[in-house]
């Protein structure tokens, strides 16, 4: 892992990576001193506290990697007050129906795009498999799968964003990619509700979670945006991706540096 130092004297500045200096620089002005900074954030900036004329074009939204063993000026920073990482929202609710669209941009051709499973087995779970959407759900009484499959392995790997809706009625799951046919399956069980009050997962698993219903064995690699999650009769839910509360694969939300 790359070790980055960071050194500022008054009003000189100098970037180091794994001790060779990579690149120097002067802040214009003659002020030595940095006054009123009160929150470090490490690995992006939430949206709301980020002025537009600091949102570089082509920029990141997010650090998708790991960082560890933070020092300013010598001192270990400690554990963070807040995180903001990628996708597990905590207490995602499936019962008889349930309809999730969402929008992707990937750059591999395997992941897995959300999975939700609880200890007794139920789950739902939406993946890439070599360019084919596969959607799975399970009310205790067999499988229900539904799959989209793509001319070849990289069609939806074009740069463009593309649009999935999947949803589960009952004992049938449907699937559409791209206002494209509507594709349906179904199982051979009386079950009709799947039991799951547990996390929703986006673009992956965190490590050391398995979850029922996921083959993929990668994570998702890619930007996902305009993900909403609806009950039969009720308005859609749109997740908030700005703030997630957990994180799994290579995952860019919303903003997208893909093109």
């Known amino acids: 892992m790359p070790l980055v130092r960071l050194l500022r ?13 990579v690149v120097s ?5 003659s002020p030595k001193y940095i006054n009123g900074l009160k929150v470090l954030h490490l690995g992006g900036t939430p949206e709301d506290l980020m002025p537009n004329e600091c949102r570089l074009a082509g920029s990141r939204v997010s650090f998708p990697g790991c960082i560890r063993n933070v020092t300013v ?26 309809e999730i669209t969402l929008e992707i941009k990937p750059t591999s051709h395997t992941g897995v795009l959300l999975s939700s499973s609880s200890r007794k087995g139920d789950y739902i779970a939406l993946e890439m498999i070599r360019g084919n959407i596969i ?53 051979k069980g ?38 909403k999650s609806g009950d039969m009769g009720k308005p859609a839910k749109s997740f908030s991706l700005t703030t997630p509360l957990d994180m799994a694969g290579n995952v860019y939300l919303g903003e997208c540096p893909y093109s």
């Open 9 to 21: 004297t008054g009003v000189d500045g100098t970037l180091y990576v794994d001790g060779v200096e």
């Open 73 to 98: 000026d010598d001192k270990d920073i400690g554990p963070p007050t807040n995180s903001f990482k990628t996708q597990d929202f905590k207490s995602h609710s499936v019962g008889t129906y349930e």
């Open 135 to 187: 959607f799975r759900a399970e009310n205790g009484g067999g499988a229900l799968v539904v799959e989209y499959v793509a001319d070849n392995p990289l069609q939806l790997c074009n740069g463009q964003w593309h649009k999935i809706k999947a949803w589960k009625d009952y004992k049938v799951v449907r699937l559409q990619v791209d206002d494209g046919e509507i594709l349906e399956g179904g199982g």
């Open 25 to 29: 620089g002067k802040a214009a002005g």
């Open 190 to 227: 009386a079950q009709t509700g799947a039991d799951v009050y547990d996390p929703l997962y986006i673009g992956g698993l965190p490590e050391g979670e398995t979850a029922q219903g996921v083959t993929a064995t990668e994570q998702y690699t890619g930007c996902i945006r305009n993900l």
